[in-house]
T-cell receptor
């Protein structure tokens, strides 16, 4: 099974709401990622978890809060978002291979977020 | 800076070869070149990666220039299902571990029947 699942597929929220995005994989991968993709732009890395620990935060505002409860699950908690945060949020996972720079990342289909 | 440049769009006829170029003049000596594609309404998917020599797999071929400052993704016979945005990707040079991808701007490939 090489699938990364993300829920929900679509999410509309107000600026005062609190919501969460979920991502799941069962490939035994120990690295998991959150990306943000604006329309007609490439994905941009937000967070990286390695062995359930946050290893990279690309200076993401604190209104985005990632969580990795176990090796298969990755959440992104959202609070007090702005309309400019509307985007496709992609989750990905990969092995933590011994050779740097060669592991394939497997992406989910994304959650399309609209902030009103 | 792990910067890549790609043409904004390209067009191909079905069943003809397609050559998608990427420039990465600041690539470090140990960084792999990755190619992913994103079909409409989907997340990116792996296509191929390489370091120095040319690489082939069932999806595509990757030709890497001898000085590694450019590469070309080759689809040998384009099909309608190959219409997608193709991204050339390098790893973030600020970090010496992990798969911290920096996506290029992408080339939107249209395949005409």
């Amino acid at each position: 099974d090489t699938e990364v699942t993300q829920t929900p597929k679509h999410l509309v929220m107000g600026m005062t709401n609190k919501k969460s995005l979920k991502c799941e994989q069962h490939m035994g991968h120990r690295a998991m990622y959150w990306y943000k993709q604006k329309a007609k732009k490439p994905p941009e890395l937000m967070f990286v978890y390695s062995y359930e620990k946050l290893s990279i935060n690309e200076s993401v505002p604190s209104r985005f809060s990632p969580e990795c409860p176990n090796s298969s699950l990755l959440n992104l908690h959202l609070h007090a978002l702005q309309p400019e945060d509307s985007a496709l949020y992609l989750c990905a996972s990969s092995h933590m291979g011994a050779q740097k720079g060669t592991d394939t990342q497997y992406f989910g289909p994304g959650t399309r977020l609209t902030v009103l | 800076d792990a910067k890549t440049t790609q043409p904004n769009s390209m067009e191909s006829n079905e069943e003809e070869p397609v050559h998608l170029p990427c420039n990465h003049s600041t690539i470090s000596g140990t960084d792999y070149i990755h190619w992913y594609r994103q079909l409409p309404s989907q997340g990116p998917e792996y296509v191929i990666h390489g370091l120095t020599s040319n690489v082939n797999n069932r999806m595509a071929s990757l030709a890497i220039a001898e000085d590694r400052k450019s590469s070309t993704l080759i689809l040998h016979r384009a099909t309608l299902r190959d219409a997608a945005v193709y991204y050339c990707i390098l790893r973030d040079p600020r970090r010496n571990y992990g798969q911290n991808f920096v996506f290029g701007p992408g080339t939107r490939l249209s395949v005409l029947p």
